[in-house]
């Protein structure tokens, strides 16, 4: 089965800290995508990053950081600096291509970045 | 280049009654995936479309269905609706698949009474 935890469901900062978002996910394949998406207020997901499971380079953009630790199933998001904006819920999703091909999403984080 | 567009962004309907929701992807998109947001249940994949073709299905009664047309645009239908239906529903485009960047509409808001 696969499963995709995101044990955080609230996280409080106060700008400008930086927070780390954990995702750890479960599955027997070897092949899969994991992804995440931030759903502001508006309600609107919006993607921000899609990784394969044959590639754990870990990634930057801006002030976003992902990383990806197949030894111990986790793909963590952090955010550095952290900004008034980046408050939303923020999901992380596993892909596995099998035959049942699904992506499976986790609950989600609300992060909330006080002023 | 325009969004994903979903009608209609509201909705309220009794239990019983039936339900059509539109899905209009980004211009040159393929695929189209449908999913189902509750504060229970999180969000959960419905389906998704290719080419006209139903690609995968998740786990949803045959209520639940969908259909896509030639021109990508996609429509989900519910059938005798039940109070737990009521939830966000959302559509998302991609050029070639779910397992890369999706795009996604704002959604449509069902409530059932």
């Known amino acids: 089965a696969q499963k995709v935890t995101q044990a955080q469901t609230e996280i409080s900062v106060v700008e400008k800290e930086d927070v780390t978002l954990d995702c750890v996910y479960e599955?027997?394949?070897?092949?899969?995508?994991l992804f995440w998406y931030k759903q502001p207020p508006s309600g609107e997901l919006v993607f921000l990053i899609r990784?394969?499971?044959?590639?754990?380079q870990n990634e930057i953009s801006g002030r976003y950081s992902w990383n990806f630790q197949k030894s111990t199933s986790s793909f963590n998001f952090t955010i550095t600096a952290s900004q008034v904006v980046d408050s939303a819920v923020y999901f992380c999703?596993?892909?596995?291509?099998?035959?049942?091909?699904?992506?499976?999403f986790g609950k989600g984080t609300r992060l909330h970045i006080l002023p | 280049k325009a969004g994903v567009t979903q009608t209609p962004r509201y909705l309220i309907k009794t239990r019983g009654q039936q339900v059509t929701l539109s899905c209009s992807p980004i211009?040159?998109?393929?695929?189209v995936s449908w999913y189902q947001q509750t504060p229970g249940q999180g969000l959960q994949f419905l389906f998704e479309y290719f080419s006209e073709t139903q690609r995968n299905k998740g786990n949803f009664p045959g209520r639940f269905s969908g259909r896509q047309f030639s021109n990508s645009r996609s429509e989900m239908n519910v059938s005798t609706l039940e109070l737990g239906d009521s939830a966000l529903y959302l559509c998302?485009?991609?050029?070639?698949?779910?397992?890369?960047?999706?795009?996604f509409g704002p959604g449509t808001r069902l409530t059932v009474l």
């Open positions: 999703a596993l892909r596995a291509l099998n035959r049942d091909d699904k992506i499976i």
């Open positions: 599955t027997r394949d070897t092949t899969y995508y």
């Open positions: 211009s040159g998109h393929r695929s």
């Open positions: 990784r394969n499971s044959f590639d754990e």
């Open positions: 998302a485009s991609s050029k070639q698949g779910a397992t890369n960047e999706q795009f």
